[in-house]
């Protein structure tokens, strides 16, 4: 009986060895194989990484880079109106570095040790989320330059221009065009490229309005008008657009236009009362308290009323009783107008003061028989109103300069509103739609059977696309017939308004 207890410890003793060393060694297998498992993971990117707003997680480096070069890679669709247009991101130099993104992954996961990260795994906690930004780059210059030279011309619809109407003195409406809007485009390209959801781009477009014809077209239509009318005398017309700086000038006859310079002279008649307005107000100060209201109201019916007596009056009693006249005429030279002078008074009967050869008179190959006592040309009464203009309203023209001391802007403001006030509803005035201002002179003179051989018109028009100085004079040796030939300096005026004011149409 003691022998048998004395021996039951000794049998007991080895298995629970065995036991434990089976343990053991069964954690260790399993540790060295999650240690395997884990060194596996760690080949591969933290399974809830984010790299450039793509899913990652789980992949080898090479299987990362490769889904996202893919995503970026595709084309970005660019809408152009109906067209649509697929640009490739290499096309603009746009590159992305996976290279720099992937080591952002590495350098947040080794921010963990290696054994704490293990000991997550053991306990199935996942790694902290993992996410890098896109790191691309493009060039804007080579953005730009396939904006400006692949879709631009290839797109973009020019405005097209209004059109002379056959047969009338009207122009079409032109039509709006679309361009592209480069500047805006680009943020919107850029904003497309960087993304890898939202690659669709509606392209800026603005819209064009019409250009204005070429001015060439003017003088055409101009051309053809005087044609149309069947016009067999002489038409002298001079054009400047007091904004733009645009100028027509030219003498046409039956078809032929003749050279200039210099301009033809033609029979100023009652236009000449503008030179005499100058030369009056360059003697007269009205800004003084109380201004002379005898000689305003002379200057306001000379104009206005075309009165022949209160021109002669201002000559006599502002210049010279005799030779008013030719003070006139020096004050023009002064201006640099040659070919405008007044060689005598207006009452019948008043002698012929001098006589005066010009560069206008002595052409030889035109001849209107211009009247001796006063004549000018198209182009200087144009002029002449170009001066009033630049004083008035800008403060400056040749009035200024001449005369710093003796002629004013307030002035020249008050010679252009009586100007305004010389209301026939013919000519000029006919040619423009109601309400629109017009300061005219107009003037004609008889042949000697009577009828009128000379007829002009010489204004500035106020038009709300820019105002401009119109000076018009025809003439027909065998006589005028007012209602067809004034119509004729209306057609040429109305031609000249819708150039520069045609019917508009929406974009």
């Known amino acids: 009986m003691m022998n048998l207890r004395a021996s039951s410890p000794r049998v007991g003793f080895p298995l629970l060895r065995w036991v434990s060393v089976f343990l053991l060694l069964t954690g260790l297998t399993l ?26 997680g789980g992949l080898t480096r090479e299987e990362a880079a490769r889904r996202v070069l893919e995503a970026y890679s595709a084309p970005v669709e660019l809408v152009y109106g109906d067209a649509v247009i697929w640009l490739d991101p290499a096309a603009v130099g746009f590159q992305v570095d996976i290279d720099a993104m992937l080591a952002a992954v590495e350098s947040q996961r080794q921010q963990r040790s290696f054994w704490a990260g293990f000991w997550d795994f053991l306990w199935g906690r996942r790694p902290p989320k993992v996410e890098v930004p896109l790191v691309a780059s493009y060039s804007e210059a080579r953005l730009r330059e396939y904006l400006a030279q692949e879709i631009a011309p290839r797109y973009d619809k020019p405005p097209i221009p209004p059109q002379p109407v ?51 077209n003017l003088q055409v239509l101009l051309e053809q008008t005087i044609d149309l009318s069947e016009f067999d005398g002489v038409v002298g017309l001079y054009l400047y657009h007091l904004n733009s700086g645009d100028e027509i000038h030219f003498i046409y006859r039956q078809g032929q236009e003749y050279p200039i310079p210099p301009d033809l002279a033609f029979t100023a008649a009652s236009t000449i009362k503008i030179p005499i307005m100058v030369s009056a107000f360059r003697r007269v100060d009205a800004a003084q308290e109380p201004p002379d209201s005898e000689i305003l109201r002379w200057i306001k019916e000379m104009i206005t009323l075309s009165g022949n007596d209160p021109a002669d009056w201002l000559m006599e009693n502002l210049m010279d009783p005799n030779l008013g006249p030719l003070i006139v005429t020096q004050d023009m030279r002064e201006l640099g107008l040659e070919n405008t002078f007044l ?19 002595q052409r030889p190959d035109l001849n209107t028989e211009p009247d001796p006592y006063n004549q000018t040309t198209p182009s200087e009464m144009g002029m002449l109103l170009v001066d009033l203009y630049q004083c008035a309203y800008r403060g400056g023209g040749t009035l200024l300069v001449a005369w710093p001391q003796e002629i004013t802007r307030d002035e020249c403001r008050l010679m252009l509103e009586y100007l305004s006030q010389n209301r026939i509803g013919v000519l000029l005035e006919a040619s423009v739609p109601e309400g629109v201002r017009v300061d005219h002179k107009h003037g004609w003179i008889s042949n000697p059977a009577g009828g009128i051989q000379t007829l002009g018109d010489a204004g500035i028009i106020y038009t709300p696309n820019g105002d401009y100085v119109l000076s018009i004079f025809i003439y027909r040796p065998q006589g005028l017939i007012w209602d067809v030939h004034s119509k004729l300096i209306q057609r040429l005026g109305q031609a000249v308004y819708s150039y520069y004011n045609p019917p508009t149409s929406g974009p």
Do not use: H, K
């Open 166 to 216: 056959v047969g009338t003195t009207q122009f079409s409406p032109g039509q709006w065009g679309s361009a592209l809007n480069i500047d805006q485009a680009i943020p919107l390209i850029e904003r497309a490229l960087f993304s890898r959801t939202n690659r669709r781009v509606v392209l800026p477009i603005r819209r064009v309005p019409p250009t204005r014809p070429p001015l060439y």
């Open 343 to 361: 060689a005598g008074y207006f009452y019948p009967g008043a002698p012929l003061l001098a006589r005066f050869e010009t560069p206008a008179n």
């Open 31 to 56: 540790g060295v194989v999650s240690l395997v498992q884990y060194s596996r993971v760690q080949d591969r990117l933290p399974p809830d990484t984010v790299v450039a707003d793509i899913p990652v």
